[in-house]
């Protein structure tokens, strides 16, 4: 069994903030990077944020200084902490790593950032 289950996305004021959790049964989660992308109606997915095994981080420039990914590979969990969240971050926040032969999604937990 090979699964990603996000949790913790919402509704939330603009200004506001939430961590999302990634929660992997994946083996050997450790050695490998784990990625946040996020898909709005009617648009693209898009790469938000990618962590390395080694914890270097990456990050879209739309998120940059608002949004921080980390991970525990203890719990084999990434996580994506949002703050400042504006409403063009309302959107489908998934949870992704690649592996050599195919990719792996998570199912996806929704953010909605509105007054």
């Known amino acids: 069994q090979v699964q990603l289950v996000e949790s913790g996305g919402g509704l939330v004021q603009p200004g506001g903030s939430l961590r999302l959790s990634c929660a992997a049964s994946?083996?050997?989660?450790?050695?490998?990077?784990m990625d946040w992308y996020r898909q709005a109606p009617g648009k693209q997915r898009e790469l938000v944020a990618t962590?390395?095994?080694?914890?270097?981080?990456n990050y879209a420039d739309s998120v940059k200084g608002r949004f921080t990914i980390s991970r525990d590979n203890a719990k084999n969990t990434v996580y994506l902490q949002m703050n400042s969240l504006k409403p063009e971050d309302t959107a489908v926040y998934y949870c992704?790593?690649?592996?050599?032969?195919?990719?792996?999604w998570g199912q996806g937990t929704q953010v909605t950032v509105s007054s």
């Open positions: 992704h790593t690649q592996r050599p032969t195919r990719d792996y």
């Open positions: 962590i390395t095994s080694a914890g270097s981080t």
């Open positions: 994946i083996s050997i989660f450790s050695i490998y990077a």
